[in-house]
């Protein structure tokens, strides 16, 4: 008789790759929870289990960035350094070339998602406004962001569980990671020029459903302060002080202002992506519990396929990273890491969050792009982003073997 566990976590994980579970409204978040509720229920995660399997560091830093994202929306940062690249507009490809640098940038220290979650709106009403084609800028912010999110323990919620877990130096990460996270951005930015070339431009410009979404101007103080707050995190990062306890800090502090509320902050925390994390921690220790992930490490290991080693961990991380979408994929394979071999944590970083590209429920950062522009009725495909999706993650995941196999070498060399 098939385990109760591994028939809540097929489901819940299942539905969350679909996206939806059919004759329910339910989305990933409400799947995921469900699936929390389920394992808590079923006597499979006692309640007092279920607060402690949640990484309570890994959603705090989440929760801390957040608000310094918040804080820079508000202060209205994003929406100055979109406006302020549209006087080159009329040189698409320098346009694009500027807006991935920025989304590969930011990414690397504010977390993908919420780069995603503030720059589309403003990209997708721009873009119509000029009459530009959205779609090799939307599917360039996308890319970029996830690629660029890759360089830096904090850049996206994976890379904060891995760096976390694996309690990884932040310096040695991004010297680790940056590397081929340019090269992987330089290949990304080449195959959009040439999949869109004659394409950039729509027929003529068009006006949006939403002509004042309500953005805010630049406030120089507001927008200073979340700068300067985000270069002392940085900074903090380099320091033995634990990460979560710094951006907590740096966090409060901002929440201390004279002129901007505090609910108008809290307000653009994402609480449905820090759900999301909170439900599948539960529901991946339900099946943990239950030695499932370690039977079926074994069962591969029999086939060959030991996570040990680096050039298999890449297309295992890549796999589940487009089975499941790269953050549940993550939750699954760190524990099955050798804390002593960081390598196996850098590959893993690189590997699940350049697989995000694959496909569209490859990350979160995709999903929230599509939606995104949905709202100014500009639809993007399954079809349409696996055509630059496909070549840019297996261009990204060669630069990472490559790597490898050169790590590889003058090991043997040195040996």
């Known amino acids: ?49 279920a607060m402690t399997a949640i990484d309570l560091p890994t959603i705090i830093l989440l929760y801390s960035l957040m608000v310094l994202s918040a804080q820079l929306r508000l202060g209205g940062f994003y929406t100055w350094v979109i406006n302020s690249t549209t006087g080159i507009l009329d040189h698409p490809r320098l346009f694009l070339l500027t807006s991935m640098l920025t989304a590969a940038l930011l990414s690397a220290l504010l977390a993908n998602d919420i780069v995603c979650l503030a720059f589309t709106p403003v990209l997708c009403l721009v873009l119509l406004k000029k009459g530009l084609n959205p779609l090799p800028f939307l599917l360039g912010l996308a890319a970029a962001s996830n690629i660029g999110s890759a360089a830096t323990i904090i850049g996206n919620p994976q890379n904060m569980l891995i760096g976390q877990v694996g309690q990884l130096h932040f310096g040695s990460f991004l010297l680790w990671c940056g590397p081929p996270t340019l090269i992987a951005l330089a290949g990304a930015y080449g195959i959009l020029c040439r999949t869109y070339t004659g394409r950039f431009a729509i027929a003529t410009a068009r ?70 994390f909170c439900a599948l921690f539960i529901v991946v220790h339900g099946i943990t519990s ?23 961990l890449t297309g295992i991380s890549t796999l589940m990273s ?66 630059v999706g496909i070549p840019i993650t297996l261009f990204s995941l060669l630069i990472l073997v490559l790597l490898v196999y050169l790590r590889y070498s003058l090991m043997l060399l040195q040996g």
């Open 207 to 276: 006006q949006t459903a939403e002509q004042t979404p309500g953005w805010p101007e630049l406030d120089r103080w507001q927008s200073g302060k979340g700068l300067l707050a985000m270069l002392a995190l940085v900074g903090l990062f380099f320091t033995p002080i634990p990460r979560e306890l710094s951006a907590i800090t740096v966090a409060g502090i901002l929440l201390c202002s004279r002129k901007m509320h505090s609910r108008r902050i809290m307000e653009l925390v994402d609480w449905h992506l820090i759900t999301l």
């Open 322 to 387: 487009n089975l499941v979408s790269n953050v549940p994929a993550a939750m699954l394979l760190v524990k099955f890491l050798d804390p002593g071999v960081p390598e196996q944590w850098y590959v893993l970083a690189l590997s699940s969050t350049f697989a995000g590209n694959l496909v569209i429920i490859g990350s979160i950062a995709n999903l929230i792009v599509i939606e995104q522009a949905r709202k100014f009725q500009i639809e993007i495909s399954f079809k349409e982003h696996a055509r």
């Open 1 to 49: 008789m098939p385990d109760l566990a591994l028939i809540i976590f097929i489901i819940t994980y299942f539905g969350v790759a679909l996206g939806r579970i059919p004759g329910l409204m339910l989305d990933r978040t409400g799947i995921a929870l469900l699936g929390a509720i389920a394992m808590i229920a079923c006597g499979i995660v006692p309640l007092t289990e």
């Open 290 to 312: 239950r030695e499932i992930p370690r039977l079926l490490m074994e069962a591969m290991a029999g086939q060959g396929l030991t996570i040990t080693n680096l050039f298999a």
